[in-house]
């Protein structure tokens, strides 16, 4: 069976809807229009949520004799476009996400809770690059030789500098 544009275009709706959440997001973020970095992205995510919908309901309109067709597509597009969504919110706030998970643990394993000072002990800066190395030299990330660290395998180096090609083209901050 050949697929007909009709099809295709029904392909390519989330796509386009991403497409749409990348575009307001990058501007939103470079002109500041909005106070923070998460709303700029929120609004981004809602129009391109707003564009997968309302082509469905227009595509709804146009072809009524297909409406349960369209309606079918229309929920699996725009469960593609939220997952597609959450991989990109994900790919820009994981490293705060994993301090922010793992204070909540802290807190969720200290039922009478934790002082600012405790917390501050426990995540100060030294403690905190210790443990980093540690885990980049399990992973093989980093080599430590005669009192020295060295570059191991480059999987989080090049996923870094991914990540810093996106910020400079969302947020206009070149990190390199």
Known sequence: M??????????????VGVGVSFGVHIALARWQALEGYFMAWLFGF????????????????????????ILAMGIVNLCMFVLFGFCYFS??????????????????RSPNGLTREELLDRYSARTMLDTRLARLIR????????DRYF???????????FEDILRWIVLGIRLW
Not at 2 to 15: A, E, N, V, W
Not at 51 to 56: I, N, R, T, Y
Not at 151 to 161: E, N, S, V
């Open 139 to 146: 992973g093989g990330q980093l080599v430590y030789a005669h």
């Open 46 to 69: 809602c129009s391109g949520a707003a564009f997968v919908v309302g082509a469905h309901v227009y595509l709804l309109f146009l072809y009524s004799e297909a409406w349960g067709d």
């Open 91 to 108: 790919l820009f706030h994981v490293g705060v996400s994993s301090l922010r998970a793992r204070i909540f643990e802290e807190l969720q």
């Open 2 to 15: 050949m697929m007909t544009p009709h099809d295709i275009l029904y392909l390519t709706l989330p796509f």
């Open 151 to 161: 570059l191991g395998k480059p999987h989080i180096l090049i996923y870094t500098r």
